[in-house]
């Protein structure tokens, strides 16, 4: 009960609005946001299946996700929740499709093909709740204010609310895997998805054991972390170094000798 | 000093990884995570132009968008950072040209071109510092762990990462706001961004006087926010309804009427 309070607090504070927007955020708040966003991982193995996520924490993620910001306010994002296992089975069939193909590709690199062959890449059926989450490109248009020159914006404003909710899954202790070895013509006649709505992404949502440190990935030595100097570019592509840009260089270059 | 030291131990602890990962968040925590989501807003006015954003909270502000997600760890983004004047104007020009454009598709309907053209639409030159965000779909590439099936997932973690810089700044006080109104051309030509990459966020950076409770957009009337219950489907698309999901639509119900 406590529990179902507070999801209406949170979500009646968002609607309505208060004051609280107006305030700043206090060193130990702020610390719980960067918390959560280094912390944040993609999850595909160490779900707890047998523990079922209450409707109560779903809806505050869910209405994480819609409180993302969006091209035009034009919300153009639904959420389609999967529980049941005949449908998980369909899109599992249609991921060992996929997957198959992408083993292929690595054909001629057998050892990274073995360290591929190796790695869980999705979590579908141990997961205990699968969305999937699309975009309507003609949801309040076909004038969408802001996406008049640049019609993907649309799509990214799905993706902002997928990470919203990724975030917010995170403190609520749910691990969230994004599957994207799936096939999209598989999703829209699985899931009875129109045309025109474009599924975006597959994510499973479940409660785990535990939260890995760093990213499978970098973990396991397929991938290593860029520096951040390695993304940061000054005033135009390819610069990473300017007088007016001295101090910012200084600090950068001491961050990441630390 | 004291901020250029939590800066440190904020990248030291996401680069090197530490027990925190293990540990649940805590009440605290959890309502910081949310009202950093609720209360981020996409700002085009109420920029203190006076008021530089120090170089600790701009790079914990980029290291918080190097830490999301990304397909097969490809970490495809770049932040092309932007304080030079000259630069911000030909920006802004091409904005005035793309916003020209805008309001002529709205000739047939003069109440909502009216009420578009009252609105304030970027805050370029009044905004300390523009980001612009770009992908690269060649980095790690060819082959991209999980981008085999569905090529554009790479492009989905640059804008995972933009969500992650704008709850950080939200959370450093600092307003953001995204500028699509503007022709990709443009952009690949003034920031002198090769072919093979993508611009696809053009975002104004700066603190401001204050944070609307509410977005702009909403406010003006121009589109209302939709109820949580409008973009949730159970199994498949377009079902709203289910008998294994009475308790989930109970509660749903209840925090929507309250």
Same mark, same amino acid.
């Given at each position: 009960m406590r529990i179902i309070t507070y999801a209406i607090i949170m979500m009646s504070e968002s609607r309505h609005g208060n004051d609280y927007n107006e305030f700043p955020f206090s060193d130990h708040e702020m610390k719980a946001v960067?918390?959560?966003?280094?912390?944040?991982?993609?999850?595909?193995?160490?779900f707890m299946s047998d523990k079922a996520i209450p409707n109560d924490a779903l809806l505050r993620i869910l209405n994480a996700a819609h409180h993302a910001p969006s091209v035009g306010f034009s919300q153009p994002w639904n959420? @389609? $929740?999967?529980?049941?296992?005949?449908?998980?089975?369909?899109?599992?069939?249609?991921f060992l499709k996929e997957y198959k193909k992408s083993v292929s590709m690595l054909e001629n690199d057998k050892q990274r093909q073995d360290k591929y062959i190796s790695l869980k890449l999705e979590g579908i059926m141990e997961s205990s709740i699968n969305?999937?989450?699309?975009?309507?490109?003609?949801?309040?248009?076909?004038?969408?204010?802001?996406?008049?020159s640049i019609e993907e914006t649309g799509v990214y404003s799905v993706c902002c609310a997928i990470?919203?909710?990724?975030?917010?899954?995170?403190?609520?202790?749910?691990?969230?895997?994004?599957?994207?070895?799936?096939?999209?013509?598989?999703?829209?006649? @699985? $899931?009875g998805i129109p045309k025109h709505i474009r599924p975006i992404a597959y994510l499973c949502l479940g409660y785990v054991e535990k939260f890995s440190s760093k990213p499978d990935l970098e973990v396991l030595g397929w991938i290593s972390r860029l520096g951040l100097s390695e993304v940061i570019c000054l005033e135009q592509w390819g610069i990473t170094n300017s007088d007016n840009w001295q101090d910012f260089c200084t600090v950068l270059n001491r961050i990441e000798k630390s």
């Open positions: 960067y918390k959560a966003i280094f912390s944040r991982r993609d999850v595909r193995s160490h959420f @389609i $929740l999967i529980r049941n296992n005949s449908i998980k089975e369909q899109v599992k069939k249609s969305i999937c989450v699309t975009y309507d490109p003609t949801r309040f248009g076909p004038f969408v204010l802001g996406r008049t990470q919203n909710l990724w975030l917010a899954a995170r403190v609520e202790g749910i691990g969230v895997g994004w599957v994207s070895i799936l096939a999209k013509e598989d999703l829209h006649q @699985i $899931l």
